[in-house]
């Protein structure tokens, strides 16, 4: 038996399939982790989610933030349908609850004490330990599975609060902490999250880092994997010594899919056979 964590798929079905195969994935025997993004940009987001689905308990997916859109949509709070949205195969499903409520019943951070590893889809705090991400992930976890998830898929747009506080409550305490699970790239020392850049390291404004290059960030010699920057592994490998594993590497986009074997740290890769733009 092997785990596989793999890159945002965001509705890149075929690609998908490609990368399991040149992995020998058997679905059967072997576990597919992924760091979100499941949905959105690419042509098959509802086959992408059949399919993860499927595997049961062999598939362990945590929350993007286009798929909490995705959730925010179909529930008509938030946000409406974006001009770059490819979720209309999604909305107009047979199946369309089903999925639904197991994409709502997701987690938004997993951590396999046993492997050594943690699967989220963005990024931490620096204030934050695995063990603090662990306690405020339970804590979006029970909102978005509460009766107040309505309420949570309307009010969990916008930037703020910048930095974390114990003394943050209600919304704007569940707000910041969907935001460093599914958004965060760029984050201050101090813990100030920049939530507009998108470019790869050294684009960002002065003062901000990446969010695990911040000297003495209480995560820091925990192994991580995660998703959401694209421009990352496009442009520059991370450092080792960061003890990070991006795994978006921008199918999407025109870039590649890729997937990491947690048992011996092995890379896989595919192109993706066209950008959407």
Request: hydrophobic share 40%; aromatic share 10%.
């Amino acid at each position: 038996m092997a785990t596989y964590a793999v890159g945002d798929p965001q509705g890149c079905y075929d690609e998908l399939q490609r990368l399991l195969e040149e992995c020998a994935f058997d679905p059967a025997r072997d576990r597919l982790w992924c760091v979100g993004d499941l949905v959105n940009r690419g042509p098959a987001s509802i086959e992408v989610l059949r399919f993860f689905r499927s595997l049961g308990e062999r598939a362990v997916c945590v929350l993007g933030n286009h798929d909490l859109h995705l959730l925010a949509v179909i529930a008509g709070q938030g946000e409406r349908l974006r001009p770059k949205d490819t979720l209309a195969g999604v909305i107009a499903a047979a199946d369309r609850e089903e999925l639904v409520d197991w994409l709502r019943n997701r987690p938004v951070i997993h951590r396999d004490e046993e492997a050594g590893f943690t699967l989220l889809h963005a990024g931490l705090p620096p204030q934050w330990s695995i063990a603090d991400a662990l306690a405020r992930g339970a804590e979006l976890e029970a909102a978005l599975r509460g009766p107040d998830h309505l309420v949570l898929f309307r009010v969990m747009y916008g930037n703020t609060p910048h930095r974390w506080s114990e003394g943050l409550e209600g919304w704007d305490r569940l707000r910041f902490v969907t935001n460093c699970f599914t958004r965060l790239r760029f984050v201050t020392p101090a813990g100030d999250l920049d939530l507009k850049s998108k470019g790869p390291p050294g684009s960002q404004a002065r003062g901000y880092l990446p969010w695990y290059e911040v000297p003495g960030r209480r995560s820091r010699g925990e192994r991580i994997l995660f998703g959401h920057w694209s421009t990352l592994q496009l442009h520059a490998r991370v450092p080792a010594r960061h003890r990070v594993y991006p795994l978006d590497t921008g199918c999407v986009w025109g870039g590649r899919m890729t997937a990491l074997r947690l048992d011996d740290e092995r890379w896989f890769s595919v192109p993706c056979s066209q950008g959407i733009r």
